[in-house]
């Protein structure tokens, strides 16, 4: 006959194993309810030296992808100023195109100094750093969404390469400056439903994680027209990821956005 102890020991234990298999799952079902979190740095070319395009890829959404300047890739890949490409197209990465400048014959002496010269300059230079006022980029820029910053531009390579605005689900995202919309799509990881306007041959802007595109390629929009809604694409809460480059490199976009 068992007795009441024994009883009482057993439902313990079946309490203790029921326990413990709620505990197991209520942590798998967290984890697989987590929100990827994607590096939104540039991504290293493959190592056969070229990207195939896809479709609905653009010449600027490689460019951005691998953190290059589009001209630049375009000159290197023989494709025209209209900038257009084709899907299966090979469109090589590690290309450089070098303009030769003719050579100056001149004394070792005279040679010497130019080189001490150089070598001075570049130093000096290296050390330097030149922030580009607002007035000076020929572009009047303005604030994509009203939010509060949550996450602030780094130079270091994997993190931030723009500015996070907080924002919630279906609020407007507005075009930073005039310009054209030459890249709308999800295809560069990390960026979800994305936005990239041209606004001169120098400047780009980007706007992520949009809920919902109100413009396509090609369109040309003006300064503070409604481009998108804020959304959660891609990352694990509403915002707005702005971002700014410069001759196809990041830079911190509150050098550019008038303050307050």
Request: hydrophobic share 35%.
């Amino acid at each position: 006959m068992v007795s009441i102890e024994e009883k009482g020991l057993k439902l313990l234990f079946r309490v203790f194993n029921i326990l413990s298999i709620l505990v197991v799952l209520s942590a798998c079902s967290s984890s697989t309810n987590r929100a990827p979190v994607y590096d939104r740095g540039s991504v290293t070319p493959p190592k056969s030296g070229y990207h195939i395009v896809a479709s609905g890829e653009t010449l600027y959404s490689i460019a951005w992808r691998y953190g290059i300047d589009y001209k630049k890739l375009a000159a290197a890949n023989g494709v025209g100023r209209s900038y257009t490409i084709f899907p299966g197209q090979k469109i090589y990465l590690n290309k450089t195109v070098t303009k030769q400048r003719p050579r100056k014959v001149a004394s070792s002496s005279s040679s010497t100094k130019a080189k001490s010269s150089r070598s001075k300059s570049t130093t000096r230079s290296q050390k330097k750093t030149v922030v580009t006022p607002v007035s000076n980029t020929g572009l009047k820029w303005r604030w994509p969404a009203p939010g509060r910053i949550i996450a602030r531009f780094s130079s270091q390579k994997s993190l931030n390469k723009g500015i996070d605005i907080q924002g919630g689900l279906g609020e407007p995202v507005t075009a930073a400056a005039p310009g054209v919309v030459v890249y709308a799509g999800s295809g560069i990881r990390g960026y979800g439903n994305l936005l990239i306007i041209k606004h001169s041959e120098r400047f780009l802007s980007a706007y992520a994680h949009n809920s919902r595109l109100l413009v396509k390629e090609d369109g040309v929009v003006k300064e503070g027209q409604k481009i998108a809604e804020i959304g959660k694409s891609g990352t694990d809460r509403s915002k707005l990821h702005f971002e700014i480059r410069r001759d196809g490199k990041p830079v911190d976009p509150l050098r550019y956005l008038p303050k307050r």
